[in-house]
């Protein structure tokens, strides 16, 4: 199984971006989808979680108000919605499957992870 993230870039601060999840020849919708980041120096952390179907959602204290998260099952992809960007969302954002159930907030949790995009936010 590949994910393949994508959608990161240079932005200001009060910008959106939207990530892309993508999980090409792979029957995505059978599995929930997690979304974590990592700042430089930092451990990785949850973000949000999103279940097969679409309607579920699991959000980390730090990202509701700020984040959506979506899935396209016809396409294979899940998007991640950031809006209000602050210069402490500065990270490599990754997508993951989780081994069991539809999320886990513990990157332990994930067996598959995609390779990464990085959202950079200027002040």
């Known amino acids: 199984v590949q994910l393949q993230a994508s959608g990161g870039g240079l932005v200001q601060a009060g910008d959106s971006l939207r990530l892309s999840c993508a999980a090409p020849?792979?029957?995505?919708?059978?599995?929930?989808v997690g979304w974590f980041r990592q700042a430089l120096g930092k451990e990785r952390e949850f973000v949000v979680a999103?279940?097969?179907?679409?309607?579920?959602?699991y959000y980390a204290n730090s990202a509701r108000g700020r984040v959506t998260i979506s899935r396209d099952n016809a396409k294979n992809t899940v998007y991640l919605q950031m809006n209000s960007l602050k210069p402490e969302d500065t990270a490599v954002y990754y997508c993951?499957?989780?081994?069991?159930?539809?999320?886990?907030?513990?990157?332990?949790?994930?067996?598959?992870w995609g390779q990464g995009t990085q959202v950079t936010v200027s002040s």
């Open positions: 020849g792979y029957t995505f919708s059978d599995y929930g």
């Open positions: 993951a499957r989780p081994k069991s159930g539809w999320y886990d907030t513990n990157p332990s949790g994930y067996d598959y």
């Open positions: 999103i279940s097969w179907s679409g309607n579920s959602r």
